[in-house]
């Protein structure tokens, strides 16, 4: 059996990233290619990556349908830093490859250089081998110096690759937002959530608070739904974007937004059960995952922000004397990217300038669509309008 892993942050995705993998598969007769985006990177900050849930995402809308090839949430799931020879050992058991499985590292020339400067080579070296990939009439007299002095020094199988691959990098794609050289389901997916804009608010978010929303986003990848996941994703950011804006927390924000729907999707009878220990009416069941979401923040993700916990059980209703915090989540849920309802547009707009018009306005939008549908605004709904039209 013979498997390959090809690592990455992959931010974004783009066509050379494509021919390779397909090169690989093409010409290294895999079992299987493991394609692993990165989760805590080793040599940059964190929070300058996108966030590890929409990388994945992303790669899965481009390989889920490509046989043979894996998009693995193995280093996304890991509270470590994403070193090369654990993420080797944690995929070997994860999908339990066979002892005698030929095992295959995927990178590019650059690698060459980096690769004594990684976490324990002469260990990696032992357990995988190295397929490099290189340009075809291109390869450097100095790329077959190196891979000779890797092979020489560690004992380690290197293979030079020519493929005919995009000279192109994900960084230069972000700086110059040239979305051309990206597969067209990549394009779809960072129009439809909105990613890679000038003005992403990570830059406003201390690396403390950062690590805590990755820790969360970690824990909510492994509970929620692609759809639902994506949604508080958007959620988030959006919030903190508002945050930043009308100047209230974005880091507050930001966890708020994540963990709006946090107790959406567990079963009923459980939600109920959280809920009531919040609320003492009766809400219709759309609504208690709102409720349920303040005690299961607190107990599975150790949120004890009042500000937050409040966001959280209010965004589906709002409630009179709302705060900023609670204002933003609420628009960011109904607004986020991905909302394509004819009536947001005007919400939108107001929302540029102003918070609490912006409220008034989805209130009303809120209320005339449940009115096509015979049903009325919640009472803490008509009390959130009434307080903010005074």
């Known amino acids: 059996m013979r498997y390959g892993i090809y690592g990455g942050a992959f931010d974004p995705f783009h066509r050379g990233h494509l021919e390779v993998i397909k090169g690989v598969m093409a010409s290294c007769q895999l079992t299987e290619l493991f394609v692993v985006p990165t989760g805590q990177p080793v040599f940059k900050a964190n929070r300058t990556l996108t966030p590890a849930a929409y990388r994945y995402y992303m790669l899965q809308a481009v390989l889920r349908s490509m046989p043979n090839v894996v998009v693995s949430d193995i280093e996304i799931q890991s509270e470590e830093k994403s070193y090369t020879l654990h993420t080797i050992d944690r995929l070997v058991e994860r999908y339990n490859l066979p002892k005698d499985s030929k095992i295959y590292w995927i990178c590019g020339a650059d690698i060459l250089y980096e690769f004594e ?184 993700y150790g949120i004890k922000d009042s500000e937050i916990l409040d966001a959280i059980c209010y965004h589906t209703t709002g409630r009179r004397n709302m705060s900023g915090i609670e204002k933003v989540v609420y628009l960011a849920d109904k607004l986020e990217p991905a909302r394509q309802f004819d009536d947001l547009e005007p919400i939108r707009e107001t929302v540029k300038t102003d918070l609490n018009q912006a409220m008034i306005v989805c209130f009303h939008a809120v209320k005339e669509s449940l009115r096509r549908k015979g049903r009325d605004l919640h009472p803490l709904s008509l009390e959130a309008l009434d307080d903010l039209q005074k």
């Not at 324990?120 to 490099?132: F, H, M, N, T």
């Not at 804009?197 to 929303?213: G, L, N, R």
């Not at 009308?246 to 880091?251: I, K, Q």
């Open 117 to 300: 400067r990684w976490y324990k080579p002469e260990e990696i070296a032992r357990k995988v081998s190295l397929i490099v990939s290189t340009r075809p009439g291109s390869t450097q007299e100095s790329d077959l110096q190196m891979a000779d002095i890797i092979r020489q020094k560690y004992d380690m199988d290197v293979v030079l690759l020519p493929l005919d691959t995009t000279d192109i990098s994900s960084s230069d794609i972000r700086k110059n937002q040239d979305y051309s050289m990206l597969p067209s389901a990549v394009r779809r997916f960072i129009q439809v959530n909105d990613l890679y804009s000038q003005d992403w608010p990570m830059h406003a978010i201390s690396e403390e608070s950062y690590t805590h929303f990755s820790a969360a986003l970690r824990l909510l990848f492994a509970e929620l739904s692609e759809k639902r996941l994506l949604h508080s994703l958007n959620t988030a950011i959006l919030s903190a974007r508002y945050a930043i804006r009308f100047g209230y927390s974005p880091e507050k924000a930001l966890i708020a937004g994540l963990l709006h729907d946090c107790a959406k999707e567990l079963p009923l009878n459980q939600m109920s059960q959280l809920a009531s220990l919040v609320i003492d009416d009766i809400w219709p069941k759309e609504m208690i995952h709102g409720p349920a979401g303040v005690i299961y923040a607190r107990e599975r």
